[in-house]
């Protein structure tokens, strides 16, 4: 390759991906391994993780797979210090792991909406510290957060998730503020409407929700996993050693857009 494409390479660097046995998570790691990297990643679910590492392998990729809550810290720990020991130390770390619960807010628990928070803001929160130490020693590391369009705009039914994710954004500043002294780079990426398990509910054809995405995203498609590969690469590499505390968002327009006229 040249200078330039060089950047964008991730060979010889260890990256995990949590809750990356399938979705956005899989799709992102996928691609960071293509790129050149070493894949480790977790799911909370035994059965899940192992169909996950059969799907990496039939994509040709030997990933390193561990059962881990993201919301317990010392299970996060335990397995960062096992990857640590048995890959090697964390250059890469994507939150991705996340739950939404689309629930109107006077019929949404306390309980419910604190579960919420805890996998899509506190973990990330959880599994940064774990791995930054790492970072410093070695002189450099990347934290992508995946945020989402509701850490911009609010909408019915999902309070917590909104909160969660508004707040991973200021989260995201805020590992940028403090640890860009260490060369790491911490920023997040906004998908928009993406065709995952997570979204299935809301993609049935004659949905009213999914005629209202179509009609708000300049693209007038739903994203695929495939459309945030491009734009993670670039956030985990080189090629965006400059970049920090930023959301790029993935969204095929969607934020910028007032929306098709009825
Ligand atoms: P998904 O299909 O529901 O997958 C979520 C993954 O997270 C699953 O592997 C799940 O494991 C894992 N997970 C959940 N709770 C966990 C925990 N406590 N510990 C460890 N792993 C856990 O979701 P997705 O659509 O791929 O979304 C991935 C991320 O992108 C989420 O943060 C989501 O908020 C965000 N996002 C999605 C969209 C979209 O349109 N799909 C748009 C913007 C942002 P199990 O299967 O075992 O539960
Ligand atoms: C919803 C959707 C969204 C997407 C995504 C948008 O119910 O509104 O699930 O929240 O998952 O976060 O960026």
Redesign the pocket.
Known sequence: MNQYLDRFSLQGKVALITGASYGIGFAIATAYAAAGATICFNDINEEKLANGIKAYEEAGIKAHGYVCDVTDEDAVNAMVAQIEKEVGVIDILVNNAGI?S?TPMLEMSAADFRKVVDVDLNAPFIVSKAVIPGMIKKGHGKIINVC???SELG?ET?SA?AAAKGGLKMLTKNICSEYGGYNIQCNGI????IETP??AP?RVPGHPFNDFIISKTPAGRWGTTEDLTGPAIFLASDASDFVNGHILYVDGGILAYIGKQP
């Not at 906004?190 to 409407?193: C, F, K, L, R, T």
């Open positions: 939404i689309r989402s369009m509701m909408r999902v998730y906004g998908p928009g409407y997570q979204t809301l």
